[in-house]
């Protein structure tokens, strides 16, 4: 079984839309992320929840808004979007806070391209 | 704030060639210390990580890192690599003030045959 899924795995939307993607684990963890990756493999945290609650928000636009119905499912939801958003998304999970010194472990990406 | 540098942006090796990526990180206090790795169209996949202890740390696939805390880097490698190896290898920090992984830049390794 995959630890940290996401759906969809390819999406590919015209700017203005509004688009979702979903990630779920089911490693038991406490703490899940978003990352982005953009064209140039860069990799940059976006969102952490801890137990429902949000954590961390880097200055990410508020088109970007993260829901958290439960400690195993963080989902992302995009409004507008916008050629920039083009990127790979990644959904990860760690059993605690990262300062712990525990493992983050990512799901499969999620690719999204807007046309 | 913390920042992870990888200076190789893109290696390209032989099979059999020893291998060597550099990571340094700018941060004062406690670090733990991540190397990953993403093959081509994958996701990422953990190669080995630092937290205590031993400098010297073994990961899967024949990889180790060491940490050398004076100069503020963890470098990767490897005896011999592999065609199978071509992928892409993030250095990543976490430190005691951040609940988040900082990721350097990556570098491209290309194994040719």
């Known amino acids: 079984d995959t630890a940290v899924s996401q759906t969809p795995k390819y999406l590919v939307t015209q700017m203005g839309n509004d688009k979702s993607i979903k990630c779920e684990q089911n490693?038991?963890?406490?703490?899940m992320y978003w990352y982005k990756q953009d064209s140039k493999k860069f990799l940059k945290i976006m969102f952490s929840?801890?137990?429902?609650?949000?954590?961390i928000n880097e200055t990410v636009p508020n088109r970007f808004s993260p829901k958290s119905p439960d400690k195993a499912h963080l989902n992302l939801h995009i409004n507008s979007l916008e050629l920039g958003d083009s990127a790979v998304y990644f959904c990860?999970?760690?059993?605690?806070?990262?300062?712990?010194?525990?493992?983050?472990?990512f799901g499969e990406g999620s690719w999204l391209t807007v046309v | 704030a913390q920042s992870v540098s990888q200076h190789n942006h893109h290696v390209i090796l032989s099979e059999a060639a020893s291998l060597e990526l550099g990571c340094n990180y700018s941060?004062?206090?406690?670090?733990?210390l991540f190397w990953y790795v993403q093959y081509p169209g994958q996701h990422l996949q953990l190669l080995l990580k630092?937290?205590?202890?031993?400098?010297l740390v073994k990961g899967i696939k024949g990889f180790e890192a060491e940490f050398i805390k004076s100069k503020f880097s963890f470098n990767l490698r490897k005896p011999s690599v592999q065609w199978s190896d071509t992928a892409e290898y993030f250095c990543?920090?976490?430190?005691?003030?951040?609940?988040?992984?900082?990721f350097g830049t990556g570098t491209r390794l290309q194994v040719t045959l």
């Open positions: 990860a999970s760690s059993q605690d806070r990262a300062f712990s010194g525990n493992t983050i472990y």
């Open positions: 941060y004062g206090g406690t670090v733990n």
């Open positions: 929840y801890n137990n429902k609650e949000l954590i």
């Open positions: 630092y937290f205590s202890g031993d400098p």
């Open positions: 490693l038991g963890h406490d703490t």
């Open positions: 990543a920090v976490n430190t005691g003030t951040a609940s988040k992984l900082t």
